[in-house]
């Protein structure tokens, strides 16, 4: 049986004219997490908003390093977090 795995994603929309500091600070934040996930993805979309997947060897209720708030000055609204349990990819006949 396969060790369970994790994925957290991190979105935020940046504040006028902040998109590129955004990003840059949500790139460091991930730099620095305590322990490196097995697999880390960032994305960015229109309206500055900037998208932080990490996928972790846990399970969905384990605890986890998370990247925290952004200095309000940065971001319109608080930041929103979505945890998913892995199913395997959607072409395996485990996410069938």
């Known amino acids: 049986m396969n060790a369970p795995v994790t994925a ?3 979105e935020a929309r940046a504040a006028e004219g902040r998109g590129a ?3 840059a600070w949500a790139r460091a934040r991930a730099a620095e ?9 960032l ?3 229109p309206q500055d ?3 932080v997947i ?3 060897q ?6 986890l390093p998370e990247l925290p708030e952004p200095d309000a000055a940065l971001v319109t ?3 929103h977090r979505w945890r998913f349990e892995s199913l395997g990819g959607a072409d395996s006949p485990a996410g069938r």
């Open 8 to 10: 957290l994603m991190w």
């Open 21 to 23: 500091d955004l990003l």
């Open 33 to 41: 997490l305590p322990r490196p996930p097995l697999r880390s993805e």
């Open 43 to 45: 994305l960015r979309a």
């Open 49 to 51: 908003r900037v998208l």
């Open 54 to 56: 990490t996928w972790w």
């Open 58 to 63: 846990a399970g969905y209720a384990d605890e």
């Open 77 to 79: 609204r608080a930041v």
